[in-house]
């Protein structure tokens, strides 16, 4: 089913947006949310509440990419759920893959912060595109999607350390930029 379909589904308040979106976008899901998560039945929860979450955001929302809005709704329960799990001393595969970030990325805070974000999105995006489509790739399927390094070399077809070191200089890059840009990690 087309993604427009779906949409209109949970716009006439239709039950079965739920199995249409399950049927197309739970695999996509559920690998972000074991991405990011060890538990099973952890991912399988953030899957549920991403379900959850569209149907009591759309209506008003009407996301341009269906699969993009959920992948981020899962990302964010995921990440709240890993922080509760440490919080609760069950630590996860994800840990490290968000200290690598904590360098370069300043911590959230007061409002000053939130009004900053913004100007912090676009510097990071321009980042982004000034990348080569590699390395632009790389660092989505790492930081954004949680893929782990193993698998990302894998892929590349090198050994895990010299993909480790690629993205220690992405993301040393990235520090530089931002600092360069006035931003106060």
Request: charged share 30%.
């Amino acid at each position: 089913m087309e993604d427009t379909a779906i949409i209109e589904l949970y716009w006439l308040r239709d039950e079965n947006a739920v199995g249409e979106t399950d049927k197309k976008y739970g695999a996509f899901c559920r690998k972000i949310a074991s991405n990011i998560l060890d538990l099973h039945e952890d991912c399988e929860e953030c899957v549920s509440d991403t379900w959850w979450k569209a149907w009591d955001t759309m209506p008003p929302q009407r996301p341009q990419s269906l699969k993009a809005y959920l992948g981020r709704i899962t990302r964010n329960l995921s990440i709240s759920r890993l922080r509760q799990n440490r919080a609760q001393k069950r630590d996860a595969g994800a840990t490290s893959m968000l200290s690598e970030l904590e360098d370069c990325i300043p911590s959230g805070g007061g409002v000053e912060q939130e009004i900053e974000r913004g100007e912090l999105t676009r510097i990071i995006e321009n980042w982004l595109m000034s990348l080569k489509a590699e390395d632009r790739a790389l660092f989505v399927r790492r930081y954004w999607y949680g893929d782990a390094v193993s698998d990302l070399a894998f892929r590349l077809g090198v050994k895990p350390s010299q993909l480790a070191k690629r993205m220690y200089n992405l993301r040393l890059n990235l520090k530089e930029t931002l600092e360069r840009e006035g931003v106060v990690l």
